[in-house]
């Protein structure tokens, strides 16, 4: 499998991954391309891919990924209680399964930041985003 496909296969099992936090239903998007119609939703981005060679026939590839969570609330305090609390939810759901259903070699968490690139700021939206750094051996 080329290092493009198994990498489009991370990307489709992170958001099905997503998909089984039950909080977000069907909203769970391959991008933050797509507009929020309904609360909460979240959105897998990948953010780049880096490969290190171990040796002459062997490279570490490891391709990172944002995970955006939105929320809307009135309120500051409970929108960023609901906001960290699904983070934490879908951490919990990629940590139970660090290979992604046998797809990676290892998955990473974190850090979790609040209101990432200001998004929210200013309104009743609360975003977060986990960062997440999936590992394979080729």
Known sequence: MS???WWENV??????????????????????????VNFPAAY???TGMEG????????LWNPSFEILIVVEN???KSGMIAV???AGKIIDAIL???TLSDVVHNTECGP????????????EQHWASVLVRCERKQ
């Open 52 to 59: 290190t060679p171990v040796t002459f026939r062997e490279t």
């Open 44 to 46: 897998v981005c990948p």
């Open 74 to 76: 009135v309120n500051i």
């Open 3 to 5: 290092v493009g496909d």
């Open 84 to 86: 960290g609390k699904l």
């Open 11 to 36: 990307w489709n099992a992170l958001v099905t991954k997503v998909k089984t936090v039950s909080d977000f239903g069907e909203s769970v998007f391959w991008s933050e391309k797509y507009d929020v």
């Open 112 to 123: 979790v930041i609040f209101h990432p690139r200001g998004l929210g700021r200013g309104t």
């Open 96 to 98: 139970a399964d660090r």
